[in-house]
């Protein structure tokens, strides 16, 4: 459909899905926020339920659709190759979200996003396991080892993540005042006054919409790449990656402007450790174990995915202070590790 466009047009295109999924991020924010409280979730189990996935609905629609298709090429790499850069988000919403008056991992200040990151690690480490596997390893006629295992992690840190809310020994102390929440805006009060059904209504449109203008961002996208020749692992790892992880930047800006810090984390965290899930589905889909036709840059970004996922848990853990251009250390780290591996990344694609 949007092959025969011309060059302004489409960027006209990803400009208002751009535009559609900066509204809808902002209410995906506010209602999980919302259900969070009134179901008791807390944030960060919100967050890996709820936000991560409303927010990955683009990543589902293009795995399954690429699978359909038995273009299982397009379905490993925007799975794989969309964990770094949807880390890097991070270092966004440290600069611009808290514009120098605190660093994000000293704010979060929680242990259970350690767990979730620890969780996302593991899920990454079994992920590159499977692309070892021989292809002829398929159990029940279409499902792969290794895709149940990356399922059954992902269910088993949902379980540990509901379980640490209650029995986690570390707690954050009640008077550590640098953690409270800033004031709630009115858009947010007026929200909190609505009854629980329309909070869920307004969450399932906001993520339909998120759905529809992440795939329109995905297909104008992949033809504005073509028209400037950029060629298709280097698009799916920058043009693709950025264009399925504006969600993700739109709703953690809004969650750390609400102070929902531990739900911002838990958006990067959660989303990252769901997108592997999908490769079960695109093996049922295409009927064929997929993970096994990881090619080597597929597995370099994991792995790259896994190494900024621990200088954040480091960043947790010792919650920096110190701020250089509005970024706290782990941030920097973080920032500089990605545009190294993406230097990396075009030495491989040119072997």
């Not at 850069?85 to 440290?94: H, K, M």
């Not at 838990?266 to 096994?292: C, E, K, R, Y």
């Amino acid at each position: 459909m949007f092959a025969s466009l011309s060059l302004p047009l489409l960027i006209l295109i990803f400009v208002a899905g751009a535009v559609v999924v900066w509204f809808a991020g902002v209410q995906l924010s506010r209602t999980t926020d919302i259900m969070d409280d009134r179901f008791h979730l807390g944030q960060a189990l919100g967050g890996l339920i709820f936000l991560s996935i409303a927010t990955n609905l683009p990543e589902l629609a293009i795995v399954g659709s690429a699978s359909l298709t038995h273009q299982v090429g397009i379905a490993i790499g925007n799975i794989l190759g969309g964990i770094a850069i949807q880390t890097v988000v991070l270092v966004i919403l440290d600069g611009f979200g808290l514009r120098g008056k605190d660093t994000l991992t000293n704010k979060a200040a929680s242990l259970t996003l350690v767990l979730e990151g620890v969780v996302l690690i593991s899920v990454l480490v079994v992920s590159i396991m499977g692309t070892q596997l021989p292809k002829s390893a398929i159990l029940f006629s279409r499902l792969a080892p290794g895709d149940l295992l990356i399922a059954a992690l992902w269910l088993v840190g949902l379980w540990l993540v509901n379980k640490a809310r209650a029995d986690l020994p570390w707690q954050r102390k009640d008077n550590d005042t640098d953690n409270a929440p800033p004031p709630q805006d009115d858009s947010q009060k007026k929200a909190e006054q609505w009854n629980t059904t329309r909070v869920l209504l307004v969450f399932a449109i906001a993520a339909l919409a998120t759905l529809l203008a992440g795939v329109m961002l995905e297909e104008s996208g992949n033809v504005i790449a073509d028209h400037i020749g950029l060629s298709g692992v280097l698009f799916g790892s920058t043009v693709l990656a950025a264009a399925t992880s504006l969600p993700e930047v739109v709703t953690g800006l809004a969650s750390v402007k609400l102070g929902d810090y531990d739900l911002a984390f838990s958006d990067i965290f959660g989303g990252n450790t769901f997108l592997p899930v999908l490769f079960l589905l695109a093996t049922v889909l295409s009927g064929q174990s997929v993970l096994p036709q990881a090619k080597n840059t597929d597995i370099y970004l994991a792995s790259l995915g896994g190494l900024l996922t621990a200088v954040y848990l480091c960043g947790l853990l010792f919650r920096p202070k110190k701020q250089f251009l509005n970024l706290g250390i782990d941030s920097i780290v973080v920032l500089v590790l990605y545009i190294v591996g993406i230097g990396g990344l075009f030495l491989i694609a040119q072997k």
